[in-house]
């Protein structure tokens, strides 16, 4: 009677064990801890280390990750990173940051808990996304980015937006049957890893719409979600910027915001055509030269529609 191989006993065991440690991060345990007794600690070179998948996107401009590098540059590093073997190489599965801190230090090793076996990069995923979402410092950014990075990852599309993702969601729990199979499995994963329902998801992931400007606001608390959700339905309003600094320096709520978007001032929006009027002005006077007389005639006949516009509202005026 024939039996399995050595190697294929061992395939067998790190399957089995990638399966219970996602069990164990699903279950709240933290993704260090679950390692104790399954690692071993070694000092790797960082050119061993490879990055396949990361979740977490590493903002090295950011004060928490200047405050990293220079912590690891005084006490070095105290808490390893978490690796798995791959061929001659180690993939990581924890600790992105660590590494980009060390390699911006130009540390030659890094302290390193490798795993057992092997995981393969869906592992590794749901693996850092239930990481990330353990942390202590999460913010909604950080958590919408979990989520969008992953599913991004698994979509296997780099063109992905936010609105890809989000019309999905929609789909997902309004009509289930009109979603693909993939997508399907992979806002299900999610949904189970996270706990969180993919109304909440959707809501999350509409914030990586906004502009840089109000993310950061948010990322830094100058922000919270009920305030960003009002400002990701008002995207394309005109006042967008200037209710945003108003909203970060008068702090207000998110009923305030609302009040400021609606409310109608005196002039009101004028800034905002006059600038678009002088850079449109700026725009065909730098191109008058190669401009036909039958676009010069459309574009009058588009000023003209304005004009129209315009004297329809002044004549309406009191």
């Known amino acids: 009677m024939a039996t399995d191989g050595p190697e294929k006993k061992n395939k067998s065991a790190s399957k089995r064990f990638a399966k219970e440690s996602i069990a164990n991060i699903m279950q709240g345990r933290h993704i260090d801890a679950i390692f104790e007794d399954n690692i071993q600690l070694s000092y790797l070179p960082l050119s061993s280390i490879i990055v396949e998948e990361n979740i977490r996107d590493v903002d090295i401009e950011s004060e928490s990750f200047r405050g990293l590098v220079e912590s690891i540059r005084e006490k070095d590093v105290i808490q390893p990173v978490i690796v798995c073997k791959k061929g001659d190489k180690y993939a990581l599965v924890a600790g992105a940051r660590r590494l980009a801190a060390c390699k911006m230090l130009n540390m030659s ?36 980015k979990a989520y969008y990075n992953f599913y991004k990852l698994k979509s296997g599309g780099k063109n992905i937006e936010p609105q890809d993702m989000i019309n999905n969601i929609i789909s997902y729990y309004n009509r289930p049957d009109k979603v693909e199979r993939k997508t399907a499995d992979i806002l299900s994963a999610i949904e189970k890893t996270s706990g969180k329902s993919m109304k909440y998801a959707e809501r999350l992931v509409s914030v990586l719409k906004l502009p840089v400007e109000a993310q950061e606001a948010l990322k830094n608390e100058a922000l919270n979600m009920a ?92």
Do not use: C, Y
Request: net charge positive; charged share 35%; glycine share 4%.
């Open 227 to 318: 305030q960003a959700a009002v400002f990701v339905n008002n995207l394309n309003h005109p006042k967008f910027f200037d209710v945003l600094a108003k909203t970060i320096k008068n702090k207000l709520t998110s009923k305030g915001i609302e009040k400021a978007f609606t409310e109608k001032r005196r002039g009101g929006g004028v800034a905002f055509f006059k600038k678009r009027l002088v850079q449109f002005k700026n725009e065909v006077e730098k191109n008058k030269s190669s401009i036909s007389r039958q676009h010069a005639t459309e574009i009058i006949r588009e000023i003209e529609e304005i004009r129209k516009i315009l004297s329809e509202i002044t004549e309406k005026a009191p």
């Open 109 to 144: 090793s890094i302290p390193a808990r490798i795993m057992k076996g092997s995981l393969s990069k869906e592992e590794i995923m749901v693996m850092q996304m239930m990481e990330n979402l353990q942390r202590e410092d999460l913010n909604p950014l950080d958590e919408a």
